[in-house]
T-cell receptor, first 115, second 112 residues
Framework: GAGVSQSPSNKVTEKGKDVELRCDPISGHTALYWYRQSLGQGLEFLIYFQGNSAPDKSGLPSDRFSAERTGGSVSTLTIQRTQQEDSAVYLC?????????????FGQGTRLTVV | QKEVEQNSGPLSVPEGAIASLNCTYSDRVSQSFFWYRQYSGKSPELIMSIYSNGDKEDGRFTAQLNKASQYVSLLIRDSQPSDSATYLCAVRRIGTASKLTFGTGTRLQVTL
């Protein structure tokens, strides 16, 4: 695709349910990032995938959060047993590589609301 | 100390003036620096990248990098109301497996 695609755009879920958020990066991009942005706040790093390297999971806030990247392309962020504090916009970005001089581009985000 | 620091603002400038946005970072091995613009309710949009000390100009935007002082800035000349947004500074350190770290952003308001 022309840009980073995220689905769904909006998700409302009940507290305690599991959710899956999908990110389809720009074709050929080997690096993929997930961030979370709460209302009025900055971007909170969650996880980073680069090629076949082990992902950097240092930003995942709890063991309820996990992410996979299958075949080096599409990524899924899973949140188990959702809590109200998980409500935020989840942003995915991709870049051509993990080297320093590469620019990252964002998808439109998934707005998650836990009720 | 935060890895990337920005003044949250708001920074208010009159239309036509120069807006100056600043960012400092703590990791000396940082290699790549980016400025993103984020309108309310939208996702961040890349506007500038800079990798070497000095200035880099693109239209009305100039990014300035000083690695010795560990700061990067963004100048917006002839500011327009449409420039009103939050500007995010992002930093990546050397290495292939390195994440992109963001500051909390500076809110810019361009007044008529």
């Amino acid at each position: 695709g022309a840009g980073v695609s995220q689905s769904p755009s909006n998700k409302v879920t009940e507290k305690g349910k599991d959710v899956e958020l999908r990110c389809d990066p720009i074709s050929g991009h080997t690096a993929l990032y997930w961030y979370r942005q709460s209302l009025g706040q900055g971007l909170e790093f969650l996880i980073y995938f680069q090629g076949n390297s082990a992902p950097d999971k240092s930003g995942l806030p709890s063991d309820r959060f996990s992410a996979e990247r299958t075949g080096g392309s599409v990524s899924t962020l899973t949140i188990q047993r959702t809590q109200q504090e998980d409500s935020a916009v989840y942003l995915c970005a991709s870049s051509p590589g993990g080297g320093g001089n590469t620019e990252a581009f964002f998808g439109q985000g998934t707005r998650l609301t836990v009720v | 100390q935060k890895e990337v620091e920005q003044n949250s603002g708001p920074l208010s400038v009159p239309e036509g003036a120069i807006a100056s946005l600043n960012c400092t970072y703590s990791d000396r091995v940082s290699q790549s620096f980016f400025w993103y613009r984020q309108y309310s309710g939208k996702s961040p949009e890349l506007i500038m990248s800079i990798y070497s000390n000095g200035d880099k100009e693109d239209g009305r935007f100039t990014a300035q990098l000083n690695k010795a002082s560990q700061y990067v800035s963004l100048l917006i000349r002839d500011s327009q109301p449409s420039d009103s947004a939050t500007y995010l500074c992002a930093v990546r350190r050397i290495g292939t497996a390195s994440k992109l770290t963001f500051g909390t952003g500076t809110r810019l308001q361009v007044t008529l």
